[in-house]
Structures are given as structure tokens and as C-alpha cells.
């Protein structure tokens, strides 16, 4: 199947899940994870009107950056790990970080944000399976914090959550998972009185329908629609 073909197949499916949910499938956005995957694939997708897409590493997606730069619709999502040494690319580069999971880095990004007088909007990665793999932070109590730095600075727009469940869980665990992080983002916004605090960013190939069914708003899918990675 072309690109064209497999993005009509997910948002087909997405629209489904979220009819099913009683959601609005508006509401859900698909985020197409072109990582390892070349920019001639990227306009593929451009042309079927798809225009988020996530990329896993900063050296690989500022080369796509650049060289589709002309294309002013495009939104670019940072979902992999951001290193301290790296942030200096993001201003003006990417409008989503996924992974925000330190005060430190949070630091760091708001007084590059500042300096390049670049907004961005962030979401705090949480690891609720507490995976010693994966980053992202593991208690309500160090969550807290992190929002409420993000929260009081300028540059950067604290909009929600992200979170990768390991994959072989099977139905029932990844949703609980997933329920539990919605119920961390609802409480969030909550605390703080803050509507904008409203994105879920849960969900990929293998459990995206799942995700949906649980309240994500942003799932990133990258083998439905690019094909397996090389």
C-alpha cells in the first residue's frame, strides 16, 4: 500500500475509535513519525494534507527541517529524548517537545526559547511502567514540580503529558496505564486551574486504537504509515 493509502487507513480507523468513545475524531491528532525515513516521503505525505510529524533525533530532523522549510503548514514534533547539549536547536526548529523530563532541561529550553524569543509548546514525559529504558518521571511527587516550572515561565507552554508503555503489555495493562495518565493530566489541570493543560500524547502503531479509547489526543504512528524502519 502507497503512503497516501496507509494515512486514509489510520485516520479511518482513528475516526472509528473515537465514534466508538463518544470523541470527536477532531479532537485527535495524528502525528506521523518520519524518523530514519527520508524527506521524499515526508512530501508523500504532505500531498494527502497530513502535516504533523514527529522525529526521534535533532541532528536527523533539522536536515528534513531545512530542506522542507518552504512548506509553512508543516509542524514538527520533537518525541524522542532531548539532551541538555542539544536544546539550543529546538527554538524555531520544533513547535511540539514531547520530552520534557528534568527541571534542569526545562531551565535550559524556557532561556533558549527566551534568547531566540521562540515559543514552544512542551509536555512532561512521564514512565509510569518505570522502565529503567525509557526516560521520563515515575511519581505524582516529582511531576508536581516540573509543571509548576514550566507553568511559570514565558517561552515555553506547558500543554500536557507523553508516555510510552513498554509493547508487550497486552490490552488491559497498556490501557490501565494510559487511564492512569489521563487521570494525571486531568488532575494537573485541575490543581492549577489551567484548561490548556489538555493534551495526551499516548499511543503508536501497535496500540493507538487503545490510546484513543483512553482519551489521547495526539498518537504517533510511524510503521502504519511510513512502513518499517530499515
Known amino acids: 500500500m502507497s503512503i497516501n493509502e496507509n494515512i486514509a487507513k489510520v485516520k479511518q480507523q482513528l475516526k472509528q475509535a473515537a465514534i466508538q468513545s463518544g470523541r470527536t475524531p477532531e479532537d485527535?491528532?495524528?502525528?506521523?513519525?518520519?524518523?530514519?525515513?527520508p524527506a521524499e516521503m515526508i512530501q508523500e505525505a504532505l500531498a494527502t494534507g497530513q502535516t504533523a510529524f514527529g522525529e526521534n533525533r535533532i541532528q536527523e530532523a533539522l536536515g528534513k527541517i531545512e530542506g522542507l522549510s518552504s512548506n509553512t503548514q508543516i509542524e514538527w514534533h520533537l518525541i524522542g529524548h532531548l539532551q541538555k547539549n542539544k536544546v539550543k536547536f529546538c527554538p524555531g526548529n520544533f513547535q511540539w517537545i514531547h520530552s520534557i523530563d528534568s527541571i534542569e532541561l526545562a531551565e535550559k529550553l524556557e532561556a533558549r526559547c527566551a534568547f531566540s524569543a521562540k515559543k514552544i509548546n512542551v509536555l512532561i514525559q512521564v514512565n509510569l511502567s518505570r522502565e529503567i529504558s525509557k526516560s521520563g518521571l515515575q511519581n505524582w511527587e516529582e511531576?508536581?514540580?516540573?509543571?509548576?516550572?514550566?507553568?511559570?515561565?514565558?517561552?515555553l507552554k506547558f500543554r500536557g503529558l507523553m508516555?510510552?508503555?513498554?509493547?508487550?503489555?497486552?490490552e488491559l495493562?497498556?490501557?490501565?496505564?494510559?487511564?492512569?495518565?489521563?487521570?494525571?493530566?486531568?488532575?494537573?489541570?485541575?490543581?492549577?486551574?489551567?484548561?490548556?493543560?489538555?493534551?495526551?500524547?499516548m499511543g503508536m502503531t501497535a496500540d493507538y486504537l487503545w490510546a484513543i479509547q483512553e482519551g489521547s489526543t495526539m498518537i504517533r504512528v510511524g510503521t502504519a504509515i511510513f512502513g518499517r524502519r530499515n
Open 28 to 37: 485527535i491528532r495524528l502525528i506521523a513519525v518520519s524518523k530514519t525515513k
Open 173 to 201: 495493562a497498556t490501557r490501565k496505564i494510559y487511564e492512569k495518565t489521563r487521570k494525571w493530566r486531568d488532575q494537573l489541570q485541575q490543581n492549577y486551574g489551567q484548561p490548556d493543560i489538555n493534551e495526551l500524547s
Open 163 to 170: 508516555i510510552i508503555p513498554p509493547p508487550d503489555l497486552g
Open 143 to 155: 511531576t508536581l514540580p516540573l509543571a509548576e516550572k514550566l507553568l511559570a515561565g514565558k517561552w
